[in-house]
T-cell receptor, first 112, second 109 residues
């Protein structure tokens, strides 16, 4: 089965600073990959998804961007963080049609 | 109407109780359904897939009602450790799964 690695686990960044969160996947090839954000007490908001290297679809307009430089690597970035970017960022990938989605352990970002 | 809706709760039940959650979805072409569990400040983890004929895993039973477009999760003999947020997930023909906002369950002694 696949494993998703995310780092760092926790991050505190000042407003206006850049951001780079990395997600890597083991145990599969050419996976669909997703970035979600969960604000405190809220549901999961899909930010980006990718079906292959260099293919990124954005779900919501924001000051974030994503890239997929390698098959099993998905990166979430920002040039200048806003307070509203605070949240729990999760990377996910499907396990198979009837096996749901696997999540990484997430990065808790606080913008101060 | 939201694509996937859940009662946010919280559902506050005593140990040993039976509790049920429903989740409604708007896309009649949805094909795959799942229940996830999310503990506080942790990532969601798959609890069980939901099959058309219904399925059971120990104290947990999941049902799908395509006609009324909802899925349900029944937890019997609730344990303190069942306290968590339960998310339903619906997937259609696209690449994108849709998550409900979750239902909070608190099991008390």
């Amino acid at each position: 089965s696949q494993t998703i690695h995310q780092w760092p686990a926790t991050l505190v960044q000042p407003v206006g600073s850049p951001l780079s969160l990395e997600c890597t996947v083991e145990g599969t090839s050419n996976p669909n990959l997703y970035w979600y954000r969960q604000a405190a007490g809220r549901g999961l908001q899909l930010l980006f998804y990718s079906v292959g290297i260099g293919q990124i679809s954005s779900e919501v307009p924001q000051n974030l961007s994503a890239s997929r430089p390698q098959d099993r690597q998905f990166i979430l970035s920002s040039k200048k963080l806003l307070l509203s970017d605070s949240g729990f960022y999760l990377c996910a990938s499907p396990q198979g049609e009837n096996y749901g989605y696997t999540f990484g352990s997430g990065t808790r970002l606080t913008v101060v | 109407r939201k694509e996937v809706e859940q009662d946010p709760g919280p559902f506050n039940v005593p140990e040993g109780a039976t509790v049920a959650f429903n989740c409604t979805y708007s896309n009649s072409a949805s094909q795959s359904f799942f229940w996830y569990r999310q503990d506080c400040r942790k990532e969601p983890k798959l609890l069980m897939s939901v099959y058309s004929s219904g399925n059971e895993d120990g104290r947990f039973t999941a049902q799908l009602n395509r006609a009324s477009q909802y899925i349900s999760l029944l937890i019997r003999d609730s344990k303190l450790s069942d306290s968590a947020t339960y998310l339903c997930v619906v997937k259609g023909g696209s690449y994108i799964p849709t998550f409900g906002r979750g239902t909070s369950l608190i099991v008390h002694p």
